[in-house]
C-alpha cells in the first residue's frame, strides 16, 4: 500500500461523502498504461467499498462492472501499475478511459515488524532498516542471509571470520557477537540456511534500544526479523514460480602466495647437507620425508648416481601441485533452485502453500540438495476472531565431495603437500603422495602381509561417502481475539524440531581404513588385525526441540487526535538438544554387518615400531542439555495529531544461565524513545522538502552467554591417557559476581524526503556502551587454572564504548522513459574498549592482526598492534626489533618483554566506514543494477614466510625469493635470511612485526544485475500476468584496493570465491 | 515466581557440572593430562643420561636446546611448561580438597571423602616437590629458611596473590601434607595414576634423601616396602621387544610421565657411551634398557619405566628406587650388613641369574658407592639424575662437573652452580612480581 493512495483514498471518500450522488449501478470502460497508450489485459476492477464485486479487463483493456447498488467508486490495479481509486459521480462521461501509472519509486507506507508488533514506520521512534521484497529479491542465493550483505546499512558482513554478521559494529568482546534471528515471531533456532529465500516477504533489522530491547536479553547484537511471505486477504488464486540457476568459477587456487618448488627444493637440499632430517631417519615414528630428501638419501647411499639424482630432481622442479588442483581437484559450480507459491483467499479464510527446490553442486562436487514445503492458513470463524495455523518442513541432504585441497595434510602434524606433488599421471590415473610414514617402511609393512599403505589424493574421496541429513518442522500457531475497548488478546505457539543424522563410511579401500587397521596391525605373537578389514562407518544423530509460549494483550485506541497502542506478556522459552555418535567396524555396507572389536586392549603400534600403544577409537558419544527461557514484556507507544510519538519499552528475562543466584539470573531492561514528524506540523511549509521527522531513544539491550557459570563447572569426558577412565577438565573457575552483558544505546535520527521521493534517507546517530561485557583476564601461571588452551579468566571484565552514524540515501535522478535511480548506504562505526580487567603487562599479549581481539583500554576492540620493526641487520639479514628503546636481536626478550606502550598501533582491524552504492536503470521492461560496495579505515597483517613452517611444514610462503641474501639486500626488502639451525622466535617476531601491516581499504564492483519483464496483461494472449527473465552477477570484481601485495582485503588469508552468473525466470499467473 | 525459578533451575549442558559430588571430584583427580602427565622434563635434559647430536640439537625447539646447555632462555616459548603445567594439578588437587571440605558433615562416606583429601593432598605435594627441585636450590638445612622456594598455592582462589615461600616451608609444607595424606590413603589402589599410601611412603623418603634426612627417608622406605616390595624380576622380561616393561607393571606405585621434547622420547633417546659401559654382560638392563642402531654405535634407551604409555618419558614413584633409596640410607647408617643385603636382593632381580652369587664388601664406603653405582643405572630418563646431582654435589667425594659440547662449543656446569636452579618464566615475573632467580 502507498501512503499516498492511502491519502487519495481518504480523500475520494471523503469528496463522495460530501457532495457526490450516483445512482449508477454499471460502469464500464477501458484501461491503458499512461506510458504508451497501449491496453492492459487483465487488470482488475472492484467496488472499492466491496471487494468481491469485481472483474477484469480483456485484452483490449475494456471492463463492465454492475452491481445491485449505486456504484460510488471503484479501485483499479494491475501488476506493476500503481492502483487507482476512482469516484463515480452522475457527471462522470462513460466509458471511462483509466490511464494507470506505472509503479515508479515512491515513498511506501512501510510497515516495520519486531516479532511481537507490527508498526508503520511513520510512527516509530526506533532504528528499523526494511529491507523489501524488491531489494530481497535482487540477489540470487540459496540461503537468506547474504542477500542483506551490501545492501543493509551498518550491517558488515566479515568473511575473514566464522561469525561474521555484526549489526553496527561489535557490542561485546568475547560475548556472544550474532545478530538475533526472529523468523516471523520466535527466535529461529535451526540452521538459518534451512530458510527457502522464495518464501520471504521482507526482512527488518532492528538496531537500537526502541527496535530491539523488546528482545531484551538477547538484542544486544541486534535483532534481524525475517518476515515470510502470507496469504493476503483479497482475490483469487494466485500462483508464482521462481526458477533460476547459477554456475560458479573455480577458485583461484593459485591466490595464496607460495614457494616455487624450485626454491623448495633448494631449501630441501641445504636442510639435507646440514643433517636435518637425520632425526627424521632415525625416529622410531617412521615419518614420511619428501620425495626429493628420499633422492637425496639413495644417493649418498650410493644407491643413485649423481646424473640420476639431478636429472630426475630437475624433473620435479618442473611440477606445480597447484595445477593439479586446478585441473583435477575442483570444478565450477552450478546451483539449481525452483520455487512455487500458490495464495489465495476467501471471507472466512486464507491460505499459503509453496514449494521449493535447490540443488546445489559445489566446486569440490559436494553435493547439496533442499527441498522446502510450507503451508500458511488463517481462518476467521466470527468477526473479530482470527486463526493461524502454519507448517514448515525442510528436508536437506548433503553429498560431501572432495577436502577443501588446503586442508590436505600429509603428517598429523599439519603438514601440507609438498610443492611437487603429482595427483594425477598423464593416463588420467590418480598417483599416490607420500603421506604420514616413510614409503620404505610402508613397503616393508606390505611386505608383512599389511594393506597397502599408499595414500592417493584425488582418489581418496571416491572411497569416502560423507553425508548428512537435516529435517526441520517447524510448527506454529496463532489465535488473535479481539475483546472489547480496543483490546485484543494474542496467543502464540510454535514447536520447532530439527533432526541432524549423519554418516561417514570409510570404504574398506579408503587411506583412512587402511591407514587404522595397519596402525593397529599386530605382528606377535602371531599377524593379527584388532580393527578387521572391511569399513569404518560413523554414525551421529542430533536432536534439536524448541518450544515457545507467548501469551500477549494488545490494546489500540484511537480517539481524536490520540493514538495509543500498547502491548504486555509474558512467554516461555525451552530449548532442549541431544545429540549422539556411534562407530562400527568391519562393517559390509551391502548386508550392514559389522564386527566386534577389543576396546579395552592398550594395543601397540606398527606405525611407531610397537613403541606407542593406543585403544581402538569408539567413536561412542552423547551429549545434551537445555536452555531456558522466561520473559515478561511490555511496549508501547503514544502519538498526538500524528506530529508526535512517544514510545516505551520494558523487558525483564530469565534464564538458566548455570549456578547464578536467582536475583542475577534476571535481568531488566528498558527503552524510551519519542519522534516528531515536523513536516506535518502547520507552522512547517515547505514546499520542497515532503518529509522531516526527527527522532531520539535511549534504553539498553542485553547479551547472554549461559556457557558461564558462577560456580566452579567442571565438564565430564571419557577416555583420559594412560587409564582409559572418565575424567573431568575445569571449565570455569567460580565467578560469583557473573552477571549478563548491558549495552546501553542512545541513537538520534532524522528521516527526510525532498520534492516527494527525488532524494531523501535517514541519518542515524548511535551512542552505544556496552558495559559488564565478558572477556578473558590473562592469569598469572601460577593460579593453575588453564582452559581453552589459555591461562585466562572468562568473566564480566570489560566495558567498551561505540558510536557511529549510518546514512542511508536515495536519489531519483532520472525519471520517464528512461528511470535512474541511486541507493547510497554509508555507515561510520568506531568503539573502543573503555575498561579491562588485565594482569599483563607484557605487550606480545595484545600483538593482534585485527580479526582477534587485543582489548588495551583506549583502543577499538579489534585493534592492530605488532612489534616495532627495525630493519634487517645489513651484516646477516637478521630481522631486528627494539628492546629497551633499543635496536636488539634477542627475540625471546622482545617477545616476553616488549611493553603495552612499545607497541605499534596501527588502528582498528575491522572497516570503520563501509556501505554500497547501488544504481538501478529501468527503460521499457528492462532494468539493470549494479552494486559497488566499500570498506575503508582498517588494517590487516599479510601472511609472511615462517621458515619453521618451510623446514618442518612444508609451507613457505612466497616472499622467500626475496629474502635477503647479500649486505645490501636489506634496502630493497624485509624478508629475514634463511638460517640454520632456524630460531623459532626470530621467525615469530619476523611475522608479529609492524612490516607486516597493510592497509585493508578497497572497493568492489560486487554484483550486476539484468532483467526483462513481460506483461503478460499487457501482451494479451500469453498465460501469465508477469514475467521476467532476469540474470545476475556476483563477486564480479575488486576495483581498487589500498594494498600493493596482492591480497584481496575482504577475504584475508583465505580464496576469494569465484564469480558466478545467474539466469532466472520469474513468472506469476 | 516460585515455580517459574524451578523452571530455570535446569542446567544448560548435561555434560558440564558443578564439581560438588564425590565422583566429580574423583573424575577431577583422574585427569591424567594434568596430574600425571605435567611433570617437569628440564632435570632428564640438563643431567648426562642423553647426548644429543648437533643435528638433533639444532632441530629442536628453543626451550629444549637451552636446558640442554644450561642456558638462561627456557619457559618462554610454551604457556604449558615446567612452572606451569605442576600448578595446574596444584589447582585441580585444591579444588578436589574444597569439594572435599563442603561435604565434610553431610552423607557422604567419611572414608570416600578421606580417599578424595589423601589423593589431593599427595598430588599437590607431588608437584610442589618436582617444582622445588627446578626453581629451587637444593635444600640446605642451614639455609633453608632464607633460601627462596616457591609460591605455596593451597587454595583454588584463582585471585589469591603469589608470593615465594622459603625453601624450609617449602620442604615443611610437602612433608605435611604428604604425612596427612599417608594416614587418608588406602595402602594399594586400582590405577597406578591415583595416590595411595605406599605412594606417599615413597615420595616421603625421596623427599628426605634428598635433604640428607637419611634416618627419616630410611623410615619410611622401609614402611612403603612393608606394603609393597615385590621387584620386577628383570630375568623374566623380553628383552627383545621394543619396549620390554608393561605399563602400570608391579613396581609402578604413582605413575608420571614428563612433558614431552624433541630428543627424550620414550625409546629414542641417544645414550652417552660412558653410561652403557657401564652395564656388564650380565646386566640384564644392558638389552632390557638399550637398542643398538644399525651403525653398530648409537645406543639409544628403549627402557621406558612406565611402559611407554605416552609418548612422554616415565618419572613416576616405583618399588626399584624406595629399594635403593632404602640400601643408600641405610649404607650411610653405617648398616652395612642391612644395606648390602637389601643390595644383593635387588641385583638378584635385575642381573643373569645363573651368575647372580651376591656380593661381599667390606666398607661402608664400598657399599654405598655400590648403591650409588645401582642407582645410576637403574634410573635412567626418570628425571631424577638431577636430583641426584644436586644433592650429592653437596659433598665433595660425589660431586660432579657436568660438560657439553654442541657444535664446536663447550659448556660447564660445576657443582653449587646458580644454574642448578632453572629461571622462573618470564610471563610469571610479569604477571606477578615475584624475584626470579639468579643466573
Known amino acids: 500500500m502507498k501512503l499516498k493512495i492511502t491519502l487519495l483514498i481518504l480523500t475520494i471518500h471523503f469528496a463522495v461523502g460530501s457532495f457526490g450522488q450516483t445512482s449508477r449501478q454499471e460502469v464500464s470502460g477501458r484501461v491503458l498504461s499512461i506510458t504508451d497508450q497501449t491496453a492492459l489485459n487483465g487488470a482488475t476492477i472492484i467496488l472499492s467499498d466491496k471487494p468481491t464485486v469485481k472483474v477484469i479487463t480483456n485484452e483490449k483493456g475494456d471492463f463492465n462492472l454492475r452491481d445491485r447498488e449505486p456504484i460510488k467508486s471503484i479501485t483499479v490495479s494491475c501488476i506493476g501499475y500503481k492502483t487507482q481509486v476512482l469516484a463515480l459521480m452522475d457527471t462522470t462521461k462513460l466509458p471511462l478511459e483509466i490511464y494507470l501509472a506505472e509503479e515508479t519509486y515512491e515513498m511506501e507506507e512501510v510497515t516495520v515488524s519486531t516479532g511481537y508488533y507490527d508498526i508503520p514506520k511513520e510512527r516509530a521512534t526506533g532504528s528499523f532498516e526494511k529491507i523489501d521484497k524488491e531489494l530481497f529479491n535482487r540477489r540470487v542465493s540459496t540461503d537468506v542471509l547474504s542477500r542483506l550483505d551490501g545492501v543493509a546499512t551498518g550491517v558488515l558482513f566479515d568473511k575473514r571470520t566464522a561469525t561474521n554478521v555484526n549489526i553496527r559494529g561489535v557490542g561485546t568482546i568475547y560475548g556472544n557477537t550474532s545478530p538475533l534471528i526472529v523468523l516471523d515471531n520466535f527466535p529461529y533456532e535451526g540452521d538459518i540456511n534451512n530458510i527457502n529465500p522464495n518464501d520471504i516477504e521482507d526482512i527488518t533489522i532492528l538496531k537500537d534500544a526502541a527496535a530491539a530491547s523488546i528482545w531484551g536479553a538477547r538484542a544486544s547484537n541486534g535483532v534481524i526479523v525475517i518476515n515470510t511471505k502470507k496469504a493476503k486477504q483479497e482475490g483469487m488464486m494466485k500462483v508464482e514460480v521462481n526458477s533460476n540457476v547459477t554456475l560458479g568459477r573455480k577458485p583461484d587456487v593459485f591466490y595464496p602466495s607460495r614457494i616455487s618448488t624450485a626454491n623448495f627444493i633448494e631449501v630441501e637440499r641445504m636442510l639435507f647437507n646440514e643433517g636435518f632430517y637425520k632425526n627424521q631417519e632415525i625416529a622410531y615414528t617412521n615419518p614420511v620425508l619428501s620425495p626429493v630428501v628420499e633422492l637425496l638419501i639413495q644417493h649418498r647411499d650410493g644407491a643413485l648416481s649423481s646424473d640420476n639424482l639431478e636429472q630426475k630432481i630437475n624433473r620435479l622442479k618442473s611440477l606445480d601441485v597447484r595445477n593439479d588442483f586446478r585441473d583435477h581437484w575442483y570444478q565450477n559450480s552450478v546451483n539449481q533452485q525452483y520455487a512455487l507459491n500458490l495464495k489465495g483467499a476467501s471471507v472466512k479464510n486464507s491460505y499459503f502453500l509453496s514449494g521449493g527446490y535447490d540443488h546445489n553442486v559445489s566446486d569440490l562436487e559436494s553435493v547439496f540438495k533442499r527441498f522446502n514445503f510450507r503451508f500458511n492458513n488463517t481462518y476467521r470463524p466470527i468477526e473479530g476472531m482470527e486463526l493461524t495455523a502454519e507448517m514448515f518442513y525442510t528436508r536437506s541432504s548433503t553429498d560431501r565431495g572432495r577436502d577443501n585441497h588446503s586442508s590436505l595434510n600429509t603428517a598429523s602434524s599439519g603438514r601440507t603437500i609438498h610443492p611437487y606433488a603429482q595427483l594425477m599421471d598423464a593416463d588420467g590415473n590418480a598417483l599416490a603422495v607420500n603421506k604420514d610414514y616413510r614409503n620404505s617402511f610402508k613397503e616393508n609393512m606390505h611386505q608383512q602381509g599389511f594393506l597397502p599403505w599408499n595414500y592417493y589424493p584425488l582418489d581418496e574421496y571416491n572411497h569416502i561417502d560423507n553425508r548428512s541429513f537435516n529435517t526441520d518442522i517447524l510448527l506454529n500457531g496463532a489465535l488473535k481475539y479481539n475483546l472489547p475497548l480496543g483490546f485484543q488478546l494474542q496467543l502464540n505457539y510454535q514447536h520447532q524440531r530439527n533432526h541432524n543424522n549423519g554418516e561417514v563410511l570409510y570404504g574398506e579401500n579408503s587411506y583412512y581404513t587402511r591407514d587404522l587397521i595397519n596402525r593397529f596391525t599386530q605382528l606377535t605373537p602371531t599377524f593379527s588385525t584388532p580393527i578387521p578389514y572391511g569399513a569404518i562407518l560413523n554414525m551421529n544423530n542430533g536432536r534439536n526441540v524448541t518450544n515457545n509460549v507467548r501469551s500477549q494483550l494488545n490494546y489500540n485506541l484511537s480517539s481524536g487526535s490520540h493514538l495509543l497502542t500498547a502491548l504486555i506478556g509474558g512467554e516461555f522459552r525451552s530449548n532442549n538438544y541431544e545429540s549422539n555418535s556411534a562407530r562400527m567396524y568391519g562393517y559390509d555396507p551391502d548386508v550392514y554387518t559389522q564386527i566386534a572389536v577389543d576396546y579395552l586392549t592398550r594395543f601397540r603400534q606398527s606405525n611407531t615400531n610397537y613403541i606407542s600403544s593406543a585403544i581402538i577409537p569408539q567413536g561412542l558419544s552423547r551429549t545434551g542439555g537445555t536452555n531456558r527461557y522466561v520473559s515478561y514484556y511490555f511496549n508501547g507507544a503514544y502519538t498526538y495529531n500524528g506530529l508526535y510519538t512517544f514510545s516505551a519499552s520494558a523487558r525483564k528475562d530469565g534464564s538458566n544461565i548455570f549456578g547464578v543466584n536467582t536475583n542475577q539470573r534476571v535481568v531488566p531492561l528498558y527503552s524510551l524513545g519519542a519522534s516528531w514528524l515536523v513536516s506535518s506540523e502547520e507552522f512547517f511549509k515547505s514546499t520542497w522538502l515532503s518529509l522531516l521527522k526527527l527522532r531520539l531513544t535511549y534504553g539498553y539491550n542485553g547479551n547472554v552467554d549461559n556457557t558461564l557459570s558462577a560456580f566452579t563447572t567442571i565438564n565430564y569426558f571419557n577416555n583420559a591417557n594412560i587409564t582409559g577412565n572418565r575424567y573431568a577438565n575445569v571449565v570455569n573457575p567460580p565467578n560469583p559476581s557473573l552477571r549478563w552483558e548491558k549495552t546501553k544505546v542512545i541513537n538520534a535520527a532524522v528521516d527526510f524526503d525532498v520534492m516527494k521521493g527525488r532524494i531523501g534517507g535517514s541519518a542515524e546517530f548511535y551512542w552505544k556502551n556496552g558495559m559488564d561485557l565478558i572477556g578473558y583476564a590473562p592469569l598469572d601461571p601460577t593460579s593453575g587454572f588453564f582452559a581453552n588452551s589459555n591461562f585466562s579468566f572468562r568473566g564480566n571484565v570489560a566495558d567498551m564504548r561505540g558510536n557511529g552514524i549510518e546514512l542511508n540515501l536515495y536519489s531519483q535522478n532520472l525519471q520517464g522513459a528512461l528511470n535512474w535511480r541511486t541507493n547510497w548506504q554509508l555507515a561510520l562505526v568506531k568503539n573502543e574498549v573503555t575498561q579491562y580487567f588485565n594482569l599483563y603487562v607484557t605487550g606480545r599479549n595484545f600483538v593482534s592482526s585485527g580479526l582477534g581481539i587485543s582489548p588495551l583500554v583506549g583502543y577499538p576492540v579489534h585493534a592492530v598492534f605488532t612489534l616495532p620493526w627495525a630493519g634487517l641487520d645489513p651484516e646477516n639479514g637478521d630481522p631486528r626489533g627494539y628492546l629497551n628503546g633499543e635496536v636488539s636481536k634477542d627475540y625471546t626478550a622482545i617477545l616476553n618483554n616488549t611493553t603495552i606502550d612499545e607497541l605499534v598501533y596501527h588502528g582498528p582491524g575491522k572497516p570503520t566506514t563501509f556501505g554500497g552504492i547501488r544504481n538501478t536503470f529501468s527503460w521499457k521492461q528492462w532494468s539493470a543494477s549494479f552494486n559497488i560496495t566499500y570498506q575503508f579505515g582498517h588494517y590487516f597483517v599479510k601472511p609472511s614466510l615462517s621458515y619453521n613452517s618451510l623446514f618442518n611444514a612444508w609451507d613457505g610462503h612466497g616472499e622467500f625469493k626475496d629474502r635477503w641474501q647479500k649486505s645490501g639486500d636489506e634496502q630493497f626488502t624485509n624478508v629475514p635470511s634463511m638460517i640454520y639451525p632456524n630460531n623459532n622466535n626470530r621467525d615469530t617476531f619476523y611475522q608479529l612485526s609492524a612490516v607486516q601491516v597493510q592497509k585493508a581499504d578497497h572497493i568492489r564492483l560486487q554484483d550486476v544485475t539484468l532483467s526483462y519483464t513481460f506483461n503478460g496483461v499487457r501482451r494479451g494472449k500469453l498465460p501469465f500476468q508477469l514475467l521476467e527473465l532476469y540474470a545476475y552477477a556476483n563477486n564480479i570484481a575488486l576495483l581498487w584496493k589500498a594494498n600493493k601485495v596482492n591480497i584481496d582485503p575482504a577475504y584475508g588469508n583465505s580464496i576469494p570465491p569465484g564469480r558466478t552468473l545467474a539466469f532466472g525466470i520469474r513468472t506469476n499467473f | ?439
Open chain 2, 1 to 439: 515466581m516460585t515455580s517459574c525459578n524451578d523452571y530455570l533451575d535446569v542446567k544448560p549442558s548435561k555434560s558440564m557440572t558443578v564439581p560438588e559430588k564425590i565422583k566429580d571430584l574423583q573424575a577431577l583427580l583422574d585427569n591424567t593430562t594434568y596430574i600425571n602427565q605435567s611433570s617437569p622434563i628440564s632435570p632428564e635434559l640438563a643431567a648426562d643420561n642423553f647426548l644429543v647430536t648437533d643435528q638433533v640439537w639444532n632441530s629442536t625447539g628453543l626451550s629444549v636446546r637451552n636446558a640442554y646447555i644450561w642456558e638462561k632462555d627456557v619457559f618462554n616459548d610454551f604457556f604449558l611448561n615446567d612452572w606451569s603445567y605442576p600448578y595446574v594439578s596444584v589447582f585441580y588437587a585444591n579444588l578436589a580438597k574444597e569439594g572435599v571440605e563442603k561435604l565434610q558433615g553431610t552423607s557422604a562416606s567419611q572414608v570416600e571423602l578421606d580417599f578424595i583429601k589423601g589423593q589431593a593432598l599427595f598430588i599437590r605435594a607431588y608437584a610442589f616437590y618436582q617444582l622445588a627441585g627446578v626453581f629451587t636450590k637444593p635444600y640446605n638445612a642451614h639455609t633453608a629458611s632464607s633460601d627462596l622456594g616457591i609460591p605455596l598455592r593451597l587454595v583454588s582462589d584463582i585471585n589469591e596473590p603469589t608470593s615465594r615461600a622459603s625453601v624450609k616451608e617449602t620442604y615443611d609444607r610437602i612433608i605435611a601434607d604428604l604425612k596427612i595424606a599417608a594416614d587418608l590413603l588406602p595402602d594399594k589402589v586400582t590405577y597406578a595414576t591415583r595416590a595411595s599410601r605406599a605412594a606417599a611412603y615413597a615420595l616421603l623418603a625421596r623427599v628426605y634423601l634428598s635433604m640428607a634426612e637419611y634416618t627419616e627417608a630410611a623410615r619410611y622406605a622401609d614402611l612403603y616396602l612393608d606394603i609393597k616390595n615385590v621387584l620386577l624380576d628383570f630375568n623374566e622380561l623380553d628383552a627383545a621387544k621394543m619396549v620390554p616393561f608393561p605399563i602400570m607393571h608391579e613396581e609402578d606405585v604413582f605413575h608420571t610421565c614428563a612433558l614431552t621434547t624433541g630428543f627424550i622420547t620414550p625409546s629414542s633417546g641417544i645414550v652417552d657411551p660412558s653410561l652403557y659401559s657401564l652395564y656388564t654382560a650380565d646386566d640384564l638392563r644392558r638389552s632390557l634398557f638399550f637398542r643398538i642402531d644399525a651403525d653398530n654405535k648409537t645406543v639409544r634407551f628403549k627402557g621406558d619405566y612406565g611402559g611407554a604409555a605416552s609418548p612422554m618419558p616415565y618419572n613416576g614413584l616405583a618399588t626399584d628406587e624406595v629399594y635403593l633409596i632404602k640400601a643408600e640410607c641405610a649404607a650411610r647408617l653405617g648398616e652395612r650388613e642391612k644395606a648390602l643385603s637389601l643390595l644383593n636382593t635387588f641385583r638378584q632381580k635385575r642381573y643373569r641369574t645363573r651368575i647372580n652369587d651376591g656380593l661381599v664388601l667390606e666398607s661402608d664406603q664400598a657399599v654405598l658407592s655400590e648403591v650409588l653405582l645401582e642407582r645410576r643405572k637403574e634410573l635412567i630418563g626418570r628425571g631424577l639424575r638431577w636430583f641426584d646431582f644436586r644433592r650429592l654435589n653437596r659433598e665433595q667425594s660425589t660431586a660432579v662437573t657436568l660438560k657439553r659440547a654442541v657444535n664446536g662449543k663447550e659448556y660447564v656446569l660445576p657443582p653449587g652452580d646458580n644454574r642448578y636452579v632453572f629461571q622462573i618464566p618470564l610471563e610469571v615475573i610479569a604477571s606477578s612480581g615475584i624475584p626470579q632467580n639468579p643466573y
